[in-house]
């Protein structure tokens, strides 16, 4: 082979590993205040379901259908969408899901000029149901 293959073959390579090994599991936190704020629609359905209805249109491209990290557009992003059905994510506040969402954190866009402060917490209130929907 020659020497100009091989390098490129090394190089190629470590493209498209550096991806997977660099990906870390997220540090993203909330501040304690966020656990403070309550949702005005806990275990509300109808809610839940206007929420579904924004997450589908919205954040299935990252999150994935089921909201486990998985949509498509999330494969290259570092890093990865949250997976909602992880432990990690249910341990948390309706509180601190709903700060982050309003906040962002790149490459996850902030959600608070673009859905009102209604639509935010029927997000928080459809992922807490996520699990029994399909
Ligand atoms: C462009 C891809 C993308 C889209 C679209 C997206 N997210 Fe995310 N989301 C991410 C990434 C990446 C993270 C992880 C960020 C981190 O850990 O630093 C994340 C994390 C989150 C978290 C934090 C979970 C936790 O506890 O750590 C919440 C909540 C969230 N997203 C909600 C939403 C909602 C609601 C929508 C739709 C309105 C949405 N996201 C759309 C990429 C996306």
């Keep these: 082979m020659k020497t100009i293959t091989k390098y490129l073959c090394v190089f190629l390579f470590i493209l498209f590993t550096s991806n997977e090994i660099l990906a870390q ?32 249109q ?3 491209l990252c999150h994935g259908m089921k909201g486990d990290g998985t949509g498509g557009g999330g494969v290259s992003l570092n890093p990865k969408p949250a997976n909602f059905l992880s432990k990690r994510v249910k341990d948390e506040s309706d509180g601190a899901l709903f700060w982050k969402m309003s906040q962002g954190n790149p490459p996850m866009a902030s959600y608070k ?3 009102s402060e209604d639509q935010r ?7 807490r149901v996520l699990e029994n929907q399909q």
Excluded: H
């Design 113 to 115: 000029d673009i859905f």
């Design 121 to 127: 917490w029927q997000l928080v209130t459809y992922i």
């Design 58 to 60: 919205t954040c299935v």
């Design 25 to 56: 599991e997220s540090t993203w936190k909330a501040p304690e205040s966020a656990n403070d704020l309550k949702n005005p629609f806990s275990g509300n359905t109808l809610a839940a379901n206007k929420g579904k209805m924004i997450f589908r």
